[in-house]
């Protein structure tokens, strides 16, 4: 294989390892599965939710996610659109991708929401991790039950 076809390959590779990473934080927060959860953060990542609300370190951002675990009876992430800039060779790209939440309240209400994630992804011992998460141009939408059927 030449060098064109190897950059190509790790092109393509790193592009569905970061695009998994988006997946597996849903799946990880919704499903209340820390180990899954946890899998997809660097070591020393940052999870900006707010202007003024940053987690920092695996360690609190578990706790973040515990919270939010505690407050909703059920909650439920989409992500789409995402958009990579990856640089061939280098150990660090970012992406965007926007995220539709629906999560249901305590009282059984529910609030449906979305934004956008803004991410840096960042290569250690050999796997991508989300080094920074930032939650942007959030909107919410409040309604009372919900009767689907």
């Known amino acids: 294989m030449d060098a064109d076809a ?24 919704d499903k209340r599965d820390e ?7 660097s070591e020393d ?6 202007a003024d609300t940053v987690f920092r370190g695996q360690e609190g951002i578990l706790a973040a996610a515990q ?13 789409a659109n995402l958009v990579l800039s990856v640089d061939p060779g280098e150990d660090r790209a970012t992406g965007e991708s926007d995220v539709d939440i629906t999560v249901e309240m305590g009282d059984g209400s529910w609030v449906r929401g979305g934004g ?3 991410d840096t992804y960042v290569r250690e011992h050999g ?12 909107f919410h939408l409040y309604g009372e039950s919900a009767d689907i059927r």
């Open 6 to 29: 190897r950059a190509a390959l790790d092109l393509l590779l790193t592009e569905r390892d970061i695009t998994r990473l988006v997946h597996e934080y849903c799946h990880g927060i």
């Open 35 to 41: 180990a899954r959860f946890l899998a997809v953060w």
């Open 45 to 50: 990542a940052v999870w900006q939710v707010g």
């Open 67 to 79: 919270q939010q675990w505690d407050t909703f009876r059920q909650m439920h992430h989409w992500s």
């Open 116 to 118: 956008a994630y803004r």
């Open 127 to 138: 796997r991508w991790a989300i080094g920074r998460r930032e939650s942007v141009g959030h």
